[in-house]
Each structure stands twice: as structure tokens, then as C-alpha cells.
């Protein structure tokens, strides 16, 4: 298959942000749902987390995490329970979240085949890595000259 030509842009965050919005609409027009929000589920249906936990898994700033955990949880679909620390919420599915859930996997799973096949197994794969990768090193802040650099409270889960 051949795909369409873009003109390709110099900036990286402008390419990537690019590539964000087109891959977003193609799984949104299929989830018919949000994709922060499926993300959230699908992450929280692989393990129970701390806010944290998944804001550094994400990258996601605090203020947006939270606004899209309390939207999720008006919907019953998410609940919070206290941590080991008092001012941790951990954050799990609720037996409606998990229906959500399984209910969107599929048509999660048909987004995910339909690009792996536009964009090619090998091709996909190496995109998988490099986005992880362009993902830790733009965090490195230490290497931008950040004084104030925090150490991880938690660890980061494998998913």
C-alpha cells in the first residue's frame, strides 16, 4: 500500500505533533470514545496505580491527569482508594470500567491492526521503540540544565 506524501517539517515537535493528531482522529473515529480517557482505562485495567505512578508513566501533567480521573470516576468507571502514603488515591476499574473497557478493546484492537498494516510490521515495530526513546530523552531535564531535578517518589510500572 502506498501511503500519502506530507511534506515533511523540520521541527520535530511539530512532526510530532503532526503524526499525534492523525494517529489520535484514526483511533478516536474508531474507539468512538476519547482516546485519553481509553488510555487511562486500558492502563488501569493492566494494574491498579497511584497518580503518580501514572502521570510518569504518561507524561501527563498533574492538573490534565486529574480533570480526566475525575471525569472517569463521575462516569463510574474508575475509583480511588486510599495508598500506602495517606495523600496517595490509587486508582483502579470498576466492574463498569472493565465492561467499558473489554467493549472498546476491540475496536482498539482494530485501530492498532488497521496503522500496523498501513505502516508495516517492521516499520511498526521500530516506531513502538524510537517513540519510547524520543519520549526519555526529551524528559532527560538534567541534560537541559534544570537545577531542580526530583527523583522518582515511585517506580514506574512495566506495561
Known amino acids: 500500500m502506498e501511503l500519502d506524501v506530507l511534506p515533511q517539517l523540520a521541527c520535530i515537535c511539530a512532526s510530532l ?33 497511584v497518580q503518580a505512578q501514572i502521570a510518569e ?11 480526566t480521573l ?8 474508575i475509583r480511588a482508594k486510599a495508598g500506602k502514603d495517606k495523600r496517595e488515591r490509587r486508582w483502579s476499574l470498576t466492574t463498569a470500567g472493565e465492561k467499558e ?11 492498532q491492526e488497521r496503522l500496523r498494516k498501513r505502516l508495516g510490521t517492521e516499520r511498526w515495530e521500530v516506531l513502538i521503540t524510537e517513540l519510547t526513546t524520543v519520549a526519555a530523552a526529551a524528559r532527560m531535564r538534567a541534560l537541559d540544565g ?3 531535578f526530583r527523583p522518582r517518589k515511585t517506580t514506574p510500572p512495566r506495561l
Open 101 to 111: 473497557l473489554a467493549h472498546l478493546r476491540p475496536r482498539w484492537e482494530r485501530a
Open 57 to 67: 508513566l504518561l507524561t501527563i501533567d498533574r492538573t490534565t491527569l486529574t480533570r
Open 17 to 49: 505533533n503532526r503524526a499525534s493528531r492523525s494517529v489520535s482522529r484514526l483511533y478516536e473515529r474508531a474507539l468512538d470514545a476519547s482516546v485519553p480517557q481509553f488510555t487511562l482505562l486500558y492502563v488501569l485495567g493492566r494494574q491498579p496505580l
Open 146 to 148: 534544570v537545577d531542580r
Open 70 to 77: 475525575a471525569s472517569l470516576e463521575r462516569q463510574g468507571l
